[in-house]
């Protein structure tokens, strides 16, 4: 059974400051997301990884890929408020099904960004 | 701005009702999932269908839930009869995946289920 790890599952931050959100996952991947979900919201996407060290960067948040420690993490540069979410790694992997492809999420970290 | 509907937002039922949660997936894309979210068990994958075939439906508690996608631009999701266990909220996503491509999938609003 597939594992996506997400930590830490709660973060509480001073604006200004930088954090890392690590996500750890079990099986052979090239293919990673992360997204957001704001209080009562659906869930927003931010970045698609889609090769070993690939990078993307949105304002203060950047993600990465190293697919062979299995690992990615979003990086949070001199955090702001506005930032205060749940954000998810999700693996795409091959589903049960001949052709079928899937995604498993994470558990979310929870980030609240304090003034 | 294509986007992924879902209704309806919020329902509230009784125990024994039958739900019916119904989402249009974006036009163009040909891959539907449903999903759970839960406090306690986070995300999960209830079914979905590629070219509105079922590909997996391993997810979903078989004796209470179907889904089904009659036609390419709706996808509904069931639960007769429902239970007070049930309540959550439904996520339909939608994806264009073909040879080759990733699956970016894109999210509806939910649907907040409460089942008394």
């Known amino acids: 059974e597939l594992k996506v790890e997400q930590n830490p599952l709660f973060l509480s931050m001073q604006e200004g400051k930088n954090y890392t959100i690590y996500c750890n996952y079990s099986?052979?991947?090239?293919?990673l997301y992360w997204y957001r979900q704001d209080p009562g919201k659906s869930l927003e996407s931010l970045f698609v990884?889609?090769?070993?060290?690939a990078v993307k960067q949105e304002g203060r948040l950047m993600a990465s890929l190293d697919t062979k420690a299995r690992l990615s993490t979003l990086h949070i540069t001199a955090a702001v408020h506005d930032l205060s979410a749940t954000y998810f790694c999700?693996?795409?992997?091959?589903?049960?099904?001949?052709?079928?492809?899937?995604?498993?999420f994470g558990k979310g970290t929870k980030l609240s960004v304090i003034p | 701005d294509a986007r992924v509907t879902q209704t309806p937002r919020h329902k509230v039922t009784e125990m024994g009702q039958e739900v019916t949660m119904r989402c249009q997936p974006i036009?163009?894309?040909?891959?539907v999932f449903w999903y759970r979210q839960t406090m306690m068990q986070g995300l999960e994958l209830l079914a979905y269908?590629?070219?509105?075939?079922?590909?997996?439906d391993s997810g979903m508690p078989k004796d209470r839930f179907s889904a089904e996608m009659p036609d390419a631009t709706l996808a509904t999701l069931k639960i007769q009869p429902s239970e007070p266990r049930d309540s959550a909220v439904y996520f339909c996503?939608?994806?264009?995946?073909?040879?080759?491509?990733?699956?970016?999938?894109?999210f509806g609003p939910g649907t907040r289920l409460t089942v008394l």
């Open positions: 996503a939608s994806a264009k995946r073909g040879q080759g491509m990733y699956n970016e999938q894109f």
């Open positions: 999700a693996v795409d992997h091959d589903g049960p099904g001949a052709g079928s492809y899937q995604l498993t």
């Open positions: 990884l889609l090769s070993n060290g």
């Open positions: 036009l163009g894309h040909n891959t």
């Open positions: 099986t052979t991947s090239d293919r």
């Open positions: 269908f590629r070219n509105r075939a079922p590909l997996d």
